[in-house]
């Protein structure tokens, strides 16, 4: 055991597992003053550093250990969050927990949907969470780039728009009782949740969240909407004929292809001199058409039915013979080449090379893990065409991409030609989405390379795990859609733990933020708050009360006991808001 003896503490949570989304999960738990014990080896030293730098007491043993869960204060733990990279510890740690404290909630990590309906119907106190589903949504928004983020809030309808300013003042003065959230000043400094008294200029980017009848329709205030609408991928109409032309091109190796036009350049050659002098009873017979046909009919090695060489001049004879064993082993490589060409796995992958080369406004997928294929999924439900580039070709959601109509790559997204095959230059965006993150930073740099003067008018979506490996990288080298799953999806973990019912998660520029839903409680420290009086950089988006949805309230609402809250804002504060709420067990 590392740092201090947890065995009798209470109120507190246990977090299985060190990875990346661990290591995020603690960061949000201490910022909501909830104390943290972490069970489990370190995947990776700098995830080790991380949890000491945060002071943290770690159980430095496996957390499917009984004698770990206790260590860590099991009996008066809050809750459990098992969030290993590899899903059957999860769900071995998770099922532990439920038989050595039912009481106790658990928080479970599941990247398969399959086993976790499975785990769900197993733990009677816990929740299970799928990290790449989740973050899924907030990568398509990045990667259609619209601007806009949709929340449903009981029967209606909220978004996060972000706007450019186009007069300076006042957000007040500017935008009435809409809320914002982030503003964002052309020097890249960034104000979250400010005041409606703050100042903003010309140029200046201005995220605003209120009802999606007030948002949608900008023409009353001095603001220029950004993102872009997204348009409906298209397919140039081919033939199937040059479909079929296409695929055995694409497909087969340059041998069969030298085999194919050697074969033709002989039956015309020979066609050519039977034309020239083939004689039938003393009068040239052979019109180009007959000529073709006897060609074809030699080299096909069918036989002289109806023509023969019986009385042509020995020129003519001599080249018949040549041309026919020139045929023979023509024919021998061609069937070789056929059968290596069938039997080889190249098939699949030209098939989907060949839908690529014919596509324009389509989204380029790098990488088919369990982010990538939520992603696919969500851009094929919005009738947006894809195309996927993996390298592994025994990769397993391969054929869930196929069945979705997707045409797969297998191939290296590092290499110029892979882009070109998937038709960069017409995409309208990329997201590159490997679990490797010196990878994906590689596969951005090539996109961008190969995009050249259009680069900057088409979105490279990057995941990365490290948030602050994101932050470098939009600053260093100009990457503005750089995002974590770890940072998208820790809060949805620990939100589950302490009550709070996450409704949506998005990003604007590199903040994270959250929407949730909170129940004012009598006896906590919401409870006859104004608006004003809130401590956390927070906006309320909603109140729901006896009488009824009150949108936006105004900055002298007070807040009742009872009411249903419905709060926006980075998860760091709107945890703090959530504590404040709650009341905290006491702590020994």
Same mark, same amino acid.
Request: with cysteine.
């Given at each position: 055991?590392?740092?201090?003896?947890?065995?009798?503490?209470?109120?507190?949570?246990?977090?299985?597992?060190?990875?990346?989304?661990?290591?995020?999960?603690?960061? #949000?738990? %201490?910022?909501? @003053?909830? +104390? *943290?014990? /972490?069970?489990?080896?370190?995947?990776?030293?700098?995830?080790? &550093?991380? $949890?000491?730098?945060?002071?943290?007491?770690?159980?430095?043993?496996?957390?499917?250990?009984?004698?770990?869960?206790?260590?860590?204060?099991?009996?008066?733990?809050?809750?459990?969050?098992?969030?290993?990279?590899?899903?059957?510890?999860?769900?071995?740690?998770?099922? #532990?927990? %439920?038989?050595? @404290?039912? +009481? *106790?909630? /658990?928080?479970?990590?599941?990247?398969?949907?399959?086993?976790? &309906?499975? $785990?769900?119907?197993?733990?009677?106190?816990?929740?299970?969470?799928?990290?790449?589903?989740?973050?899924?949504?907030?990568?398509?928004?990045?990667?259609?780039?619209?601007?806009?983020?949709?929340?449903?809030?009981?029967?209606?309808?909220?978004?996060?728009?972000?706007?450019?300013?186009?007069?300076?003042?006042?957000?007040?003065?500017?935008?009435?009782?809409?809320?914002?959230?982030?503003?964002?000043?052309?020097?890249?400094?960034?104000?979250?949740?400010?005041?409606?008294?703050?100042?903003?200029?010309?140029?200046?980017?201005?995220?605003?969240?209120?009802?999606?009848?007030?948002?949608?329709?900008?023409?009353?205030?001095?603001?220029?909407?950004?993102?872009?609408?997204?348009?409906?991928?298209?397919?140039?109409?081919?033939?199937?004929?040059?479909?079929?032309?296409?695929?055995?091109?694409?497909?087969?190796?340059?041998?069969?292809?030298?085999?194919?036009?050697?074969?033709?350049?002989?039956?015309?050659?020979?066609?050519?001199?039977?034309?020239?002098?083939?004689?039938?009873?003393?009068?040239?017979?052979?019109?180009?058409?007959?000529?073709?046909?006897?060609?074809?009919?030699?080299?096909?090695?069918?036989?002289?039915?109806?023509?023969?060489?019986?009385?042509?001049?020995?020129?003519?004879?001599?080249?018949?013979?040549?041309?026919?064993?020139?045929?023979?082993?023509?024919?021998?490589?061609?069937?070789?080449?056929?059968?290596?060409?069938?039997?080889?796995?190249?098939?699949?992958?030209?098939?989907?090379?060949?839908?690529?080369?014919?596509?324009?406004?389509?989204?380029?997928?790098?990488?088919?893990?369990?982010?990538?294929?939520?992603?696919?999924?969500?851009?094929?439900?919005?009738?947006?065409?894809?195309?996927?580039?993996?390298?592994?070709?025994?990769?397993?959601?391969?054929?869930?991409?196929?069945?979705?109509?997707?045409?797969?790559?297998?191939?290296?997204?590092?290499?110029?030609?892979?882009?070109?095959?998937?038709?960069?230059?017409?995409?309208?965006?990329?997201?590159?989405?490997?679990?490797?993150?010196?990878?994906?930073?590689?596969?951005?740099?090539?996109?961008?390379?190969?995009?050249?003067?259009?680069?900057?008018?088409?979105?490279?979506?990057?995941?990365?795990?490290?948030?602050?490996?994101?932050?470098?990288?939009?600053?260093?080298?100009?990457?503005?859609?750089?995002?974590?799953?770890?940072?998208?999806?820790?809060?949805?973990?620990?939100?589950?733990?302490?009550?709070?019912?996450?409704?949506?998660?998005?990003?604007?520029?590199?903040?994270?933020?959250?929407?949730?839903?909170?129940?004012?409680?009598?006896?906590?420290?919401?409870?006859?708050?104004?608006?004003?009086?809130?401590?956390?950089?927070?906006?309320?988006?909603?109140?729901?009360?006896?009488?009824?949805?009150?949108?936006?309230?105004?900055?002298?609402?007070?807040?009742?006991?009872?009411?249903?809250?419905?709060?926006?804002?980075?998860?760091?504060?709107?945890?703090?808001?959530?504590?404040?709420?709650?009341?905290?067990?006491?702590?020994?």
């Amino acid at each position: 055991m590392e740092g201090n003896d947890t065995r009798d503490w209470l109120g507190h949570v246990i977090v299985c597992g060190l990875q990346g989304l661990g290591v995020r999960v603690v960061e #949000l738990l %201490q910022s909501a @003053a909830i +104390r *943290v014990v /972490v069970v489990g080896n370190a995947a990776e030293d700098h995830h080790l &550093r991380l $949890v000491q730098a945060l002071a943290v007491p770690r159980i430095n043993s496996s957390p499917r250990n009984p004698d770990s869960l206790w260590a860590a204060g099991l009996e008066g733990a809050l809750a459990v969050v098992c969030v290993e990279d590899d899903d059957l510890r999860c769900l071995e740690a998770a099922l #532990l927990v %439920q038989e050595l @404290a039912p +009481r *106790v909630r /658990v928080i479970v990590r599941q990247s398969n949907p399959a086993v976790g &309906r499975a $785990v769900t119907s197993a733990i009677t106190n816990g929740v299970v969470v799928n990290p790449a589903d989740l973050a899924a949504a907030t990568f398509v928004e990045s990667i259609l780039d619209q601007g806009v983020h949709e929340l449903r809030i009981s029967d209606d309808i909220y978004v996060v728009r972000e706007v450019e300013v186009t007069a300076s003042g006042q957000l007040k003065e500017l935008f009435g009782d809409l809320a914002p959230i982030v503003v964002t000043h052309e020097d890249g400094h960034t104000a979250v949740c400010p005041s409606r008294e703050y100042s903003v200029e010309i140029g200046d980017r201005v995220a605003l969240v209120g009802a999606a009848a007030e948002l949608m329709d900008l023409h009353d205030v001095p603001a220029q909407p950004l993102g872009k609408e997204v348009p409906r991928a298209t397919t140039r109409r081919r033939h199937p004929w040059r479909t079929l032309v296409q695929t055995l091109s694409y497909g087969s190796n340059s041998a069969l292809k030298w085999t194919v036009a050697a074969w033709g350049l002989v039956a015309i050659a020979f066609a050519g001199l039977l034309m020239l002098g083939y004689v039938n009873s003393g009068v040239k017979v052979m019109d180009p058409l007959d000529a073709l046909y006897f060609s074809v009919e030699t080299l096909a090695t069918i036989g002289y039915g109806d023509f023969s060489f019986d009385s042509q001049p020995a020129w003519l004879r001599w080249s018949a013979i040549v041309v026919m064993m020139a045929t023979v082993v023509l024919l021998a490589t061609f069937y070789a080449l056929v059968t290596e060409y069938l039997v080889s796995r190249r098939i699949a992958a030209t098939f989907g090379l060949v839908r690529a080369t014919g596509m324009s406004q389509h989204v380029i997928v790098i990488g088919l893990g369990s982010l990538g294929i939520s992603v696919v999924e969500r851009l094929v439900a919005m009738n947006q065409s894809v195309v996927v580039v993996e390298r592994d070709q025994s990769n397993r959601h391969i054929g869930r991409a196929r069945a979705l109509g997707v045409p797969v790559l297998a191939q290296d997204a590092t290499q110029p030609e892979t882009l070109q095959a998937a038709s960069l230059p017409a995409a309208q965006a990329v997201a590159v989405l490997t679990s490797d993150e010196y990878g994906n930073i590689e596969s951005g740099l090539a996109v961008r390379d190969t995009l050249g003067l259009r680069a900057a008018d088409v979105p490279v979506v990057m995941r990365v795990f490290d948030r602050r490996l994101g932050g470098m990288l939009e600053e260093r080298l100009h990457f503005h859609h750089v995002r974590s799953v770890s940072a998208v999806s820790a809060p949805w973990f620990v939100a589950a733990a302490l009550g709070l019912e996450v409704i949506a998660t998005f990003a604007v520029d590199q903040e994270t933020f959250i929407a949730g839903r909170l129940t004012v409680r009598a006896e906590g420290g919401l409870a006859g708050a104004s608006m004003l009086d809130l401590p956390m950089q927070a906006r309320v988006m909603a109140l729901f009360r006896e009488g009824g949805l009150e949108h936006l309230p105004r900055s002298q609402t007070t807040l009742q006991a009872g009411d249903d809250a419905y709060v926006v804002g980075p998860p760091e504060d709107l945890l703090l808001l959530l504590m404040h709420n709650r009341a905290v067990a006491p702590v020994r």
